[in-house]
Structure formats: C-alpha cells, structure tokens
C-alpha cells in the first residue's frame, strides 16, 4: 500500500515563504501526478497545483505567479513553494496523488493527512 505524507507547514508573517514537502512511501507503485489542495475553516478544498509522472504542471488562478509546484521523482516527493503569502492563505494544505500499482494495475487515489500553514503577523 502507498502511504502520502504531508510536512513544511508553519505559522509565517504576511509577505514570507514556505515550502511544503509530500512524500509518497510503499512498494512497487507508479506516480501518475501529484497535486496540492488546501481548505480553510468552512471552506471547501480548493485544487492549488497538479505535477504529473512526466513533470506537466498546472496551477489554481488564484496562485499563479506564487506558488511553484515541483517533484523530485526519485525520492517520489512533491514540493510547493510558497512566496508572498498572505492572511488568506492561512488554511490546512493536503497533498493528493494517484498511484498505480505496478503488478495489478490498480490506481489508488490517497490524500495525506494535511499539514496547516497560519499566515499573521
């Protein structure tokens, strides 16, 4: 089974950085893509940054220019920099990937168990 680990967040004043890391841990799987979402306290989860296997990104409107979104594909590890950030990107980041097992074929879908980020001076 594949386990996702989340770590990196912290409390940061407005205008600092962050990086998050997400680490992808089990026995003969493929990475399909990896992605970071976050949700703040009533809110819902909202989709931030995706990297697949072959390193195609996307990102959120709402961080372009921000936020950078990276892999290290031995270590099958994801990262999220995080630059000038604000009060509003105080919330809990989760990182999120689709596996594929590499004997069955059966992807598996797993999210990590969040790591908060308090953006405040």
């Known amino acids: 089974q594949v386990q996702v680990v989340e770590s990196g967040g912290g409390l940061v004043q407005p205008g600092g950085s962050l990086r998050l890391s997400c680490r992808a841990s089990g026995r003969a799987f493929t990475v399909n893509h990896m992605a970071w979402y976050r949700q703040a306290p009533g809110e819902p989860r909202d989709f931030l940054a995706r990297?697949?296997?072959?390193?195609?990104?996307n990102y959120a409107d709402s961080v372009k220019g921000r936020f950078t979104i990276s892999s290290d594909t031995a270590k099958n590890t994801v990262y999220l920099q995080m630059n000038n950030l604000k009060p509003e990107d105080t919330a809990v980041y989760y990182c999120n990937g689709l596996f594929i097992n590499d004997y069955d074929g059966i992807e598996y879908d797993l999210w990590g168990q969040g790591t908060q980020v308090t953006v405040s001076s």
């Open positions: 990297v697949t296997g072959g390193g195609a990104t």
